[in-house]
Every structure is written in C-alpha cells, then in structure tokens.
C-alpha cells in the first residue's frame, strides 16, 4: 500500500520532448515507472526514445489520457507556461476521469501564476497537485516502482516509513537515515518550499495515518511560514503514529531568504527554533542534525513497540 500513488501507476510527461523532461523520464523508466507516454502542444504524433523503447506524443493532456487512461502526470514545463500545464491536466484528469495527481518539478514560477493554478486544481475535488518546486513522489516496490520526479531511485526501498520534506535533498538524506535502520519506505513526497503550493504537511500526515502499511513518518520542515506549526498543531490532535522531524535553517539570519522562495523569516516569525518547539510539544521527536535522523527514529520505533 501507498498514499496517492500506487507501484504500477500510469503515467505522462508533460514537456517530454525537452531536454529536462526526456532526461528525467528516461531515469522514470529506468527505475520501473509504468511511462505511458508524453503532452508537448504542437508536437502530437511524434515519438520520444526512452531506455530503447519509443514513447507517443500527444498535442494535449485530453488527448493522452483519453487513449492512455493516465493516473498522473509530471510537469517538466518552463516557468512561464507551467502554470497552464497544471491547469490543463487538473481540467483533464476533472473531466475524463475525476480523479488523477499531478506533480509539477518547475522552480520559479510566478507566484500570480500558482495563486490561480492551485485556486483551479482545489475546485477539482478529486486531482491533487504536488510541488511545484519539488522532487516529486516516489512509492517504492520490490522491483522497481513509481518515480515520479527527479529523486535518485537507486537509494529508496519498498517498506513501512513514510516521508514528507519540503526540501528536496533532505528527503534524499532522511531516505538514506531511514536505510541506516534498516527499514524503507512507504511513499516518500517532496511537497516543495514555495508560498503557493498543492499539497501540504497536513495533507500527507493524514494519508500517511490512514495508511495501514505506514507505522511511522518522518517530517522535514525549514524556516519560514507557518506549516510545520499548523502540521504540530494537527499531530497532537490526530496522529496515532510515530513523527520524527527535523527543521532546516537553524542558523539563518532574519530577513534572509535560504534556498527556497518561501524559506524566508519575517517579523520575528517562521523561526526553525519556533517549529521545533511547537513540533516537540506535539510530541514529535525532532532530531538536531540530518545525520541523526535514523537513531531518533529508531528510538522512536522502539518506544512505540513497533522494533
């Protein structure tokens, strides 16, 4: 079992005749992702090589998943028109399926852009967008599985801890953690550090709980805003399982912007010492360094007898 994505999902790449998108697709069926094909506008009927195997195009995402019957899409589209590919696939998956996960890995598009983006895929009850800004979701199986993004396949393993991260390379680092114990993952999810985005900590904290093969998580927070509080906040009042977290940005200075676009503190608020606060007091065992991850997570294991 996994949240949202299942090993064997169907999926489609927007923008897979560029050179990020037939890059990063190539990866996607190296590890075992189920590609079914690709949406670039002006370039239906042409073919994309991938791992030796040739890939259809499509003009639109209507056309790909009326013939391909597509469970989710990844977005490999420049900033300026990325925007639009998320809001034609949420317009498609609505209409065709009423269901169906998108997952956008562009960095820096315009905020306006993602205001009116996710205010669309939120009307669309039944699509979920992912990122942007993100490195994806990945559910590992035991041969393979379904890589949606850019992340490193080779380093995950089908298994029972799920990961949320707003950072994409400490999701890397908390899969690596999470191997030092000798235990996998589940699903693991970049969420992304913009203001605007699709799916929060509190959205992958509730699936994650709902799913019976997850005994536990492991949260990735960094400064600014106020989402991992609100995540805390929820933990207390709703979490069964175990959450270990760990929050970036423990020595940036106020007013400095670090990495990503919403990592910024401002007015005092946002602070990694505020987040870890409220998350310890919600009873998540927080970790100090990236590198402690593992050992705070199998204490975490033990004391709730799950080792």
């Known amino acids: ?31 075992g992702t189920n590609i079914v ?20 195009v499509w003009n639109t995402m209507k056309e790909a998943i009326q013939t391909t019957d597509a469970d989710a899409t990844v977005i490999y589209v420049p900033p300026p028109f990325a925007g639009g590919a998320i809001i034609e696939a949420a317009d498609a998956f609505d209409s065709l399926k009423g269901n169906g ?29 992912i990122g942007p800004n993100c490195p994806g979701i990945i559910t590992p199986g035991e041969n393979g599985g379904a890589k949606i993004g850019i992340m490193p396949g080779h380093i ?5 801890i799920g990961i949320v991260s707003k950072s994409g390379t400490l999701t890397y680092e908390a899969v690596a953690q999470t191997m030092s114990i000798g235990e996998g993952q589940t699903t693991c ?41 609100e995540a805390a906040k929820w933990v207390s009042e709703h979490m069964t399982k175990p959450v270990v ?15 990503h676009a919403g990592a910024i503190i401002s007015g005092g608020k946002g602070t990694a010492k505020e987040k870890v606060s409220a998350m310890e007091s919600a009873g998540i065992s927080c970790a100090n360094d990236p590198s402690e991850i593992g050992k705070v997570l199998l204490k975490a294991l033990e004391d709730a007898g799950l080792r």
């Open 1 to 31: 079992m996994a949240i949202w994505i299942k090993e064997d999902a169907k999926v489609l790449v927007q923008g897979i005749t560029g050179k990020q998108g037939q890059f990063h697709a190539d990866k996607m069926v190296e590890y």
């Open 37 to 56: 094909g690709g949406c670039t506008p002006g370039k239906g009927g042409q073919t994309v090589n991938l791992q030796g195997k040739d890939f259809p």
């Open 101 to 129: 996960v998108i997952v956008c890995i562009t960095e820096g598009i315009p905020t306006l852009d993602m205001i009116k983006a996710t205010a669309f895929v939120n009307e669309k009850k039944g699509v979920r967008l």
């Open 156 to 160: 995950h393993a089908k298994g029972r």
């Open 189 to 229: 999810v970049g969420i992304g550090g913009d203001p605007v985005n699709g799916t929060g900590f509190i959205d992958c904290l509730s699936a994650f709980e709902n799913d019976k093969e997850t005994a536990a998580v492991v949260m990735i927070g960094e400064i600014g805003g106020t989402a991992e509080e």
């Open 245 to 259: 977290g760990f929050v970036a940005g423990m020595t940036a200075p106020p007013g400095k912007r670090m990495g």
